[in-house]
Structure formats: structure tokens, C-alpha cells
């Protein structure tokens, strides 16, 4: 058995970029920022940033492309994939490594931000939604009861 799933939540690090290709096909391609925290041997407290490269097919494409900015919290559900191409100008090949969306979940908003099509009132249910809250330390396995 096999399995190539990537599941990400982050935050954009630039505006996305939407192409359409030959075929009339629309791609969207940006890239987001994962952080996570631990301690060091020594106990101090770390914390390291990831970025990766997203590419999303379709609708959803043009979806992103739309509501999405810089900064924007975003769920990337796909899989990952390696394309390579030769790059003439230096003559060596050259490889990029990207998540291929499948399923996109838009998260909360930038502080201060609205979004062009909505009104700057929000409405009740908006203002319900979980946001995702991350723990402030690092948790003991032997701190689990179970």
C-alpha cells in the first residue's frame, strides 16, 4: 500500500497567482507558511518556520485567487509531487517540490482585514466560527492520562 497525503495549515506568504494554461484550464499557485515550537535540549523554547509551494487546479483555483492574500489563513489538503525541467539559462535541471491541492478550507481573516465583496458589518454566524488555537508549550506524553 501507498499513500501520498499532505494536510497544511498556514498562512500565505505572498498573493496568490492565477494562470490559465492552453487548454483554458485556470492554475493558482502560491505559497504558505507553516510554524511549529519545542524546546531545546538545553529547555529553551524554539520555534522554526516552513514554507511550502501550493498549486491548485479548477475552480477552486479561481477561488483562492479571489479571496485569498497575503497573510490569509488557509487548510491545503492534497498530495505532494516533484516536477523537474531543464533550466537552459545555466544548463542543469532544476526540481520544485509542491503540495497539489485537492480540498481548500479558508481560515479567519487577517486582524483588520475585509474582504472587497463584503460589507464591513459581519454577521452573527460569521462571527461564531472557530478559529484554530494553537497550545502555548509543548505537551509531556507522561502529563496523558490514558
Not at 80 to 105: C, F, G, H, L
Request: negative net charge; aromatic residues 8%.
Amino acid at each position: 500500500m501507498y499513500l501520498n497525503k499532505a494536510i497544511l495549515i498556514g498562512n500565505l506568504t505572498r498573493d496568490p497567482e492565477l494562470k490559465a494554461i492552453a487548454s483554458g484550464n485556470k492554475v493558482c499557485t502560491f505559497s504558505i507558511a507553516t510554524n511549529r515550537t519545542y524546546k531545546d535540549a538545553n529547555g529553551v523554547r524554539q520555534e522554526k518556520t516552513d514554507y511550502h509551494n501550493i498549486v491548485v487546479w479548477g475552480k477552486t483555483a479561481e477561488n483562492v485567487a479571489t479571496y485569498m492574500k497575503k497573510g490569509s489563513q488557509i487548510l491545503v489538503e492534497g498530495r505532494m509531487e516533484t516536477r523537474s525541467w531543464d533550466d537552459a539559462a545555466t544548463n542543469t535541471k532544476k526540481y520544485r517540490t509542491e503540495v497539489v491541492a485537492d480540498t481548500v478550507q479558508f481560515g479567519s481573516k487577517p486582524s483588520g482585514s475585509s474582504s472587497p465583496s463584503q460589507a464591513p458589518s459581519t454577521s452573527k454566524k460569521e462571527e461564531e466560527i472557530d478559529t484554530i488555537e494553537y497550545p502555548e508549550e509543548q505537551i509531556n506524553a507522561e502529563d496523558i492520562p490514558f
